[in-house]
C-alpha cells in the first residue's frame, strides 16, 4: 500500500458514475483574507474536507480500518476513524473521503496523521506536519 497524495478543500461530492468533485480545492495555505480593516479572532472555525487516495495492489493485505488526526501547530484539532470495505474494491486507487465540521484554525502550520491498520497491526503511518499553512493578508 502506498500513500499517493493528500488533498484539503471545502467539500467533495461523489458524482454519478462515482466521478468525485473537489471544491474549493487548497494547493498549499488557506489565506484569509481581511476586508475593510476586519481584524481575525483566531481560532477560526472551518469546515474542512480530506481526500486521501492510496494505492492497493493485489500482493497487500487489505486494510479494514483508518485514524486520521488533525494538527494546527502541533495540537490535535480534529480525529476521524473509521472502517474500509474493500469488498468491491477493483484493485486500483482507494480514495478515502474524510470530512470536519467545525475545527478550529490558528495562523501556523496545519498538519495531519493517517494510520491505516489490517487485521492485526498498523499496516500504513504517515505523518504530514505542515501539510497547510494557515494565514491571513
Known amino acids: 500500500m502506498k500513500l499517493i497524495d493528500t488533498l484539503f478543500c471545502d ?21 484569509f ?7 481575525f479572532e483566531w481560532p477560526i472555525k472551518m469546515d474542512l474536507a480530506i481526500l486521501i487516495r492510496l494505492m ?7 486494510p479494514i480500518s483508518f485514524t486520521f488526526e488533525a494538527f ?11 472502517n474500509m ?4 474494491f477493483d484493485n486500483s486507487v482507494f480514495c478515502l473521503i474524510l470530512t470536519t465540521k467545525n475545527i478550529d484554525l490558528n495562523p ?9 491498520n489490517d487485521n492485526k497491526n498498523e499496516y500504513l ?4 506536519k505542515s501539510a497547510l499553512k494557515i494565514l491571513s493578508e
Do not use: C, P, Q, T
Open 108 to 116: 501556523g502550520n496545519f498538519g495531519y496523521s493517517i494510520k491505516i
Open 56 to 62: 492497493i495492489n493485489n500482493k497487500d493485505k487489505k
Open 11 to 31: 467539500d467533495i461530492r461523489v458524482e454519478v458514475n462515482n466521478k468525485i468533485s473537489l471544491m474549493g480545492l487548497y494547493n498549499d495555505r488557506i489565506v
Open 33 to 39: 483574507r481581511s476586508y475593510e480593516k476586519k481584524i
Open 85 to 88: 470495505d474493500l469488498s468491491n
Open 125 to 128: 503511518h504517515h505523518v504530514n
Open 72 to 82: 494546527s501547530n502541533d495540537k490535535s484539532i480534529a480525529k476521524i476513524e473509521g
